[in-house]
């Protein structure tokens, strides 16, 4: 039988003692430490679950200070804990190493999504002209290759549901979030993609993908869905060639997670971007 226990908690603001958090994306490094991104305040803060706050990371703001527009910075982190920062806004990329020191930044037209491939090859999906492709950066940030992406079905994507993970041969799994619910997985070396769901039993429940995550440890992918009409949430397993392994009920709390990483060991972690709620979860199915 699935089940999910709660294995570790906390609050990301009332930690901080701030009241004011723009949480926007969260990924882990080798280790299982999480890193969180706070657009708002222009930072990174890293976790260690069973001890809490690590380290807190300046870094670059999504908005100036002063502007209220929609913003966001999605994060990725490198096995070895160097991140990146894509900045829709600013159409660029910044680079941090493991100790939070910014070694540049360079421009990515129309991105939307990060993740970070072997070898130090950064992925990041863009929207052109209203096609969207995988740009395939180096450790620098030169543009080494380009992959086909996936036709949306929406006129307009929202960055903060548009998900990209890779796996350690390069292929790189991606969700655009709406319905109607598809996965796919594009292959490294460009020789198309395949795509693959599921069937919702009440799809006027309109459910989304609201995140994406691959724990290479357990070779599964986590699908993290809402319903937008009733708040349910729940967690779909596939393999990585797409077969459906099962789903998991997350119990009822008053947060709606909207990011999910995979710290390995059949682990995952949930955060809520509202409210600031951060879990470990240990997940059978």
Same mark, same amino acid.
């Given at each position: 039988?699935?089940?999910?226990?709660?294995?570790? @908690?906390? *609050?990301?603001?009332?930690?901080?003692?701030?009241?004011?958090?723009?949480?926007?994306?969260?990924?882990?490094?080798?280790?299982?430490?999480?890193?969180?991104?706070?657009?708002?305040?222009?930072? /990174?803060?890293?976790?260690?679950?069973?001890?809490?706050?690590?380290?807190?990371?300046?870094?670059?703001?999504?908005?100036?200070?002063?502007?209220?527009?929609?913003?966001?910075? *999605?994060?990725? /982190?490198?096995?070895?804990?160097?991140?990146?920062?894509?900045?829709?806004? @600013?159409?660029? /990329?910044?680079?941090?190493d493991e100790n939070g020191a910014c070694m540049g930044e360079f421009a990515a037209p129309g991105v939307l999504s990060l993740c970070c491939g072997p070898d130090g090859i950064l992925y990041a999906l863009s929207n052109a002209e209203g096609i969207e492709r995988i740009n395939c950066y180096d450790r620098i940030g030169n543009l080494a290759?380009?992959?086909?992406?996936?036709?949306?079905?929406?006129?307009?994507?929202?960055?903060?549901?548009? *998900?990209?993970?890779?796996?350690?041969?390069? *292929?790189?799994?991606?969700?655009?979030?709406?319905?109607?619910? @598809?996965?796919?997985? /594009?292959?490294?070396?460009?020789?198309?993609?395949?795509?693959?769901?599921?069937q919702i039993e009440h799809p006027e429940d309109a459910i989304l993908i609201a995140d994406i995550a691959l724990d290479q440890s357990a070779n599964v992918l986590w699908a993290l869905l809402a319903s937008r009409r009733f708040g349910r949430q729940m967690l779909d397993a596939f393999s990585p060639e797409g077969e459906f392994l099962g789903t998991v009920e997350i119990p009822h709390s008053e947060s709606l997670y909207g990011v999910i990483c995979a710290p390995g060991g059949s682990d995952l972690c949930l955060l809520d971007t509202a409210n600031g709620d951060l879990v470990r979860i240990a997940v059978s199915l």
């Open positions: 039988m699935s089940a999910v226990e709660v294995t570790w @908690r906390l *609050n990301v603001p009332e930690l901080l003692g701030i009241t004011d958090a723009g949480l926007d994306d969260a990924d882990v490094d080798a280790r299982g430490d999480v890193y969180v991104s706070d657009g708002l305040n222009g930072r /990174v803060y890293k976790f260690r679950p069973g001890e809490g706050l690590v380290d807190v990371f300046s870094v670059i703001r999504s908005l100036p200070v002063g502007e209220e527009e929609e913003s966001s910075l *999605n994060l990725a /982190v490198a096995p070895d804990s160097a991140f990146c920062l894509a900045d829709a806004r @600013r159409e660029a /990329v910044i680079r941090y290759n380009t992959l086909p992406a996936p036709a949306r079905h929406r006129a307009r994507l929202d960055p903060g549901l548009v *998900n990209m993970e890779s796996d350690s041969e390069g *292929n790189i799994y991606l969700s655009y979030g709406m319905p109607p619910y @598809r996965v796919w997985k /594009v292959k490294a070396d460009g020789s198309g993609l395949d795509a693959w769901g599921r």
